[in-house]
């Protein structure tokens, strides 16, 4: 199969180089020349663990190219995918369909045999028809039908993802173009992946309610984690207690400072507003975003609280900034919502992240960035731990102890363990678990 990749961000690119790993020729394309030129160069823009080697591979095989030009791209491809972004458009919470609208446009202009074209962007219902009518409107003898592909991988775990998929959702209106989407999936069928073909429709919601379920059961343990600090139980067990029933499950029951990311807070949002617009309010989805956006912005209380009430003049060391460990994504990190709140209570921030300090910059001022995790620690009031990072999991308490101004640790992941931590003399606070009497 020859494969088209419109947009090589996350998504794309990985896609694109599983693809062509499945044995495809893989032609992603991106408008922004500055990654083209890198991706040619051998270097990989985003970091996502095992992508380098993955499109060196491939590259080499002779399957994967880059290029900025659509045209070549779409010229003979089976399958078009669109795998641009989609954030949510300002002032209403929707999701700004512009690049995928603008792709589609492209994309009627370069067809020429027959050619599926698939949105891997996460859009709303509705979307996958309209791309079809701007296809329609701009080239009326066009061959093409549209399909919905919705992408589920995790970031830091993509290609994991994309290779080994709990199951894969396509959205089709045609004999034509399920068989063009099964032939593209026919190394998974091989291996058993479940295949749920469906309407155009059902795949764009199945996107959107997979991750509005999703937030809902970090929202859920995160409130639960509230109430066991007031009562003096400990979340770990309530979630491995109801985790184990197998109609709950244990995944997705972690407590923390809310949700973050690329994915998340934008699709809850985008997801919301579908509900509202076809008069079938998504009451849960809409409570989770408020519960969610007031939590993060009580964590940075949180810390105050344990400093006394007050972090003016403290220095306060940061470990971890990005949304969640493996990527490099600051999107709608948490970490922005807390850091900016406690250098507005007067605190400096020394901050330390294994992969995210570079586009931590971008978002974040007056942040000074250590070199290392105990570098962050240097001279510190308290340390508050962002984002689960391993690496921060294997760091030695003593001489974060030593290098420490005060040995207090505010741990909004639960990595360290209460009693140990406690027990070398740091004064420690986790989310949802007992305190001292
Ligand atoms: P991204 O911002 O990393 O990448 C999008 C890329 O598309 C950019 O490089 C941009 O330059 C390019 N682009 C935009 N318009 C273009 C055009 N007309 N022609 C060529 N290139 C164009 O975004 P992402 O994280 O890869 O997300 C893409 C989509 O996948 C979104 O809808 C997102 O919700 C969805 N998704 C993301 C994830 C994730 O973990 N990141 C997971 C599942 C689904």
Same mark, same amino acid.
């Given at each position: 199969m020859r494969i088209a990749m419109i947009g090589s961000g996350y998504v794309g690119l990985v896609s694109g180089a599983c693809f062509a790993q499945f044995g495809h020729d893989v032609f992603c394309v991106d408008k922004d020349a500055d990654k083209i030129a890198r991706l040619r160069r051998g270097e990989i823009p985003i970091y996502e663990p095992g992508l380098d080697r993955l499109v060196a591979d491939n590259v080499r095989?002779?399957?994967?190219?880059?290029?900025?030009?659509?045209?070549?791209?779409?010229?003979?491809?089976?399958?078009?995918?669109?795998?641009?972004?989609?954030?949510?458009?300002?002032g209403d919470g929707y999701a700004d369909l512009t690049y995928v609208y603008a792709a589609a446009a492209e994309i009627a202009k370069a067809i020429t045999g027959y050619t599926v074209v698939v949105t891997k962007s996460t859009v709303p219902v509705g979307?996958?028809?309209?791309?079809? %009518? +701007?296809? /329609?409107?701009a080239q009326p003898s066009g061959q093409f039908d549209v399909a919905s592909n919705p992408e589920f991988l995790r970031e830091g775990a993509a290609i994991e993802d994309f290779m080994k998929p709990d199951r894969v959702v396509i959205g089709v209106e045609s004999e034509r173009a399920r068989d063009v989407m099964a032939a593209i999936y026919r190394p998974l069928n091989l291996i058993q992946t479940p295949m749920v073909f469906t309407n155009i429709e059902t795949a764009e919601i199945t996107k959107y309610a997979g991750n509005a379920f999703l937030a809902t059961k970090i929202t859920f343990i995160?409130?639960?984690a509230d109430l066991c600090e007031k009562v003096g139980a400990d979340v770990h067990d309530v979630a491995r207690g109801i985790g184990l029933d197998g %109609? +709950?499950? /244990?995944?997705?029951?972690?407590?923390?400072?809310?949700?973050?990311?690329?994915?998340?807070?934008?699709?809850?949002?985008?997801?919301?507003h579908t509900g509202r617009e076809v008069g079938a309010a998504q009451t849960i989805v809409e409570q989770v975003i408020e519960v969610n956006n007031a939590r993060k912005k009580k964590m940075a209380r949180k810390v105050i609280d344990f400093c006394g009430g007050s972090v003016a003049g403290l220095t306060v060391g940061v470990l971890g900034l990005t949304f969640k460990p493996n990527t490099d994504d600051m999107r709608d990190a948490p970490s922005l919502d807390i850091v900016p709140a406690l250098q507005a209570a007067g605190a400096k921030i020394v901050a330390f992240d294994p992969e995210g300090m570079t586009e931590a910059a971008k978002l974040l001022s007056g942040v000074t960035f250590a070199k290392t995790a105990y570098e962050a620690a240097t001279q510190a009031d308290v340390l508050v731990v962002i984002t689960e990072w391993h690496e921060f999991r294997g760091l030695d308490?003593?001489?974060?102890?030593?290098?420490?101004?005060?040995?207090?640790?505010?741990?909004?992941?639960?990595?360290?363990?209460?009693?140990?931590?406690?027990?070398?003399?740091?004064?420690y606070e986790g989310v949802g678990r007992p305190r001292p009497r």
């Amino acid at each position: 199969m020859r494969i088209a990749m419109i947009g090589s961000g996350y998504v794309g690119l990985v896609s694109g180089a599983c693809f062509a790993q499945f044995g495809h020729d893989v032609f992603c394309v991106d408008k922004d020349a500055d990654k083209i030129a890198r991706l040619r160069r051998g270097e990989i823009p985003i970091y996502e663990p095992g992508l380098d080697r993955l499109v060196a591979d491939n590259v080499r095989a002779g399957r994967l190219e880059f290029g900025t030009s659509l045209a070549d791209a779409v010229g003979n491809a089976d399958a078009v995918f669109i795998a641009v972004g989609t954030p949510t458009r300002r002032g209403d919470g929707y999701a700004d369909l512009t690049y995928v609208y603008a792709a589609a446009a492209e994309i009627a202009k370069a067809i020429t045999g027959y050619t599926v074209v698939v949105t891997k962007s996460t859009v709303p219902v509705g979307t996958g028809r309209e791309v079809a %009518r +701007i296809i /329609r409107e701009a080239q009326p003898s066009g061959q093409f039908d549209v399909a919905s592909n919705p992408e589920f991988l995790r970031e830091g775990a993509a290609i994991e993802d994309f290779m080994k998929p709990d199951r894969v959702v396509i959205g089709v209106e045609s004999e034509r173009a399920r068989d063009v989407m099964a032939a593209i999936y026919r190394p998974l069928n091989l291996i058993q992946t479940p295949m749920v073909f469906t309407n155009i429709e059902t795949a764009e919601i199945t996107k959107y309610a997979g991750n509005a379920f999703l937030a809902t059961k970090i929202t859920f343990i995160n409130e639960i984690a509230d109430l066991c600090e007031k009562v003096g139980a400990d979340v770990h067990d309530v979630a491995r207690g109801i985790g184990l029933d197998g %109609r +709950i499950g /244990r995944k997705f029951l972690h407590p923390g400072p809310g949700f973050g990311g690329s994915c998340f807070p934008k699709d809850t949002l985008a997801f919301a507003h579908t509900g509202r617009e076809v008069g079938a309010a998504q009451t849960i989805v809409e409570q989770v975003i408020e519960v969610n956006n007031a939590r993060k912005k009580k964590m940075a209380r949180k810390v105050i609280d344990f400093c006394g009430g007050s972090v003016a003049g403290l220095t306060v060391g940061v470990l971890g900034l990005t949304f969640k460990p493996n990527t490099d994504d600051m999107r709608d990190a948490p970490s922005l919502d807390i850091v900016p709140a406690l250098q507005a209570a007067g605190a400096k921030i020394v901050a330390f992240d294994p992969e995210g300090m570079t586009e931590a910059a971008k978002l974040l001022s007056g942040v000074t960035f250590a070199k290392t995790a105990y570098e962050a620690a240097t001279q510190a009031d308290v340390l508050v731990v962002i984002t689960e990072w391993h690496e921060f999991r294997g760091l030695d308490p003593r001489r974060i102890k030593e290098a420490m101004r005060q040995p207090r640790i505010v741990d909004l992941r639960n990595i360290f363990d209460p009693e140990e931590m406690r027990g070398l003399g740091f004064s420690y606070e986790g989310v949802g678990r007992p305190r001292p009497r």
